[in-house]
């Protein structure tokens, strides 16, 4: 299994303003995941984050919007950029750990923009 | 390019009756399903998984689910559920093979009912 910390649990923000949120694992793990889920809906996969290589964006997110950065096997960053209130959402951090068929989650980032 | 299809939006239930959630999926290649589930304002936490053999497969909670290839579904069941058990449902694909992103469906409200 894996632990997964996030910070901050929460946090309120201005419009125009950019916000990072930390993920550290309790292990080494190749990939993870940044998730958003905005209210009321499922989650949707922002970017996947290798050590040592750019992040890979999915349809709809570009990096200039959600910089991320992996330096390392613990840890990764993501960052929300000029915050509007369309971006209130709660992000999720994820890995996957085992035999890779098992993933896990932070108890994410609820971020509220006014 | 998979995708996850869950049926319902909520499902009302009374305690101790029986309940099933229904997810079908659509994929050109072979996957892994999984269900999880989210309480309020908590991460998510795996319920189930589905990687190879027997199509039954029995998760915590007393949750079980089977699946269907032919019907390309992934059904989740439980005999009695409980007032603990509401929740938000989400089923999920990813690829085989290991390390690969997580589709979700849409979500499904279970909400238990004295």
């Known amino acids: 299994s894996a632990v997964i910390s996030q910070k901050p649990s929460r946090d309120i923000c201005q419009r125009g303003t950019s916000l990072t949120i930390q993920c550290q694992v309790d292990?080494?793990?190749?990939?993870m995941f940044w998730y958003r889920q905005q209210p009321g809906q499922s989650l949707t996969l922002i970017a996947t984050?290798?050590?040592?290589?750019?992040?890979?964006?999915e349809s709809g997110f570009v990096i200039d919007k959600f910089p991320i950065s992996r330096p390392n096997l613990t840890f990764s960053t993501l960052t929300v950029s000029n915050m509007s209130p369309e971006d209130s959402s709660i992000y999720l951090c994820?890995?996957?750990?085992?035999?890779?068929?098992?993933?896990?989650f932070g108890q994410g980032t609820r971020l509220t923009v006014v | 390019a998979q995708s996850v299809t869950q049926l319902d939006s909520q499902v009302p239930v009374f305690e101790e009756a029986p309940v099933e959630l229904r997810c079908n999926y659509s994929?050109?290649?072979?996957?892994?399903l999984f269900w999880y589930v989210q309480y309020p304002n908590q991460g998510l936490q795996l319920l189930l998984k589905?990687?190879?053999?027997?199509?039954l497969v029995k998760g915590i909670n007393g949750f079980e689910a089977e699946f269907n290839k032919s019907q390309t579904s992934f059904h989740l069941r439980k005999p009695s559920v409980h007032i603990s058990d509401t929740a938000e449902y989400f089923c999920?694909?990813?690829?085989?093979?290991?390390?690969?992103?997580?589709?979700f469906g849409a979500g499904t409200r279970l909400a238990v009912h004295p």
């Open positions: 994929s050109s290649v072979s996957v892994y």
């Open positions: 589905y990687l190879s053999g027997s199509t």
């Open positions: 984050a290798n050590q040592g290589s750019e992040a890979t964006y």
């Open positions: 292990s080494q793990v190749t990939m």
């Open positions: 999920a694909v990813s690829e085989t093979g290991g390390y690969n992103k997580l589709i």
């Open positions: 994820s890995v996957f750990t085992g035999v890779n068929t098992e993933a896990f």
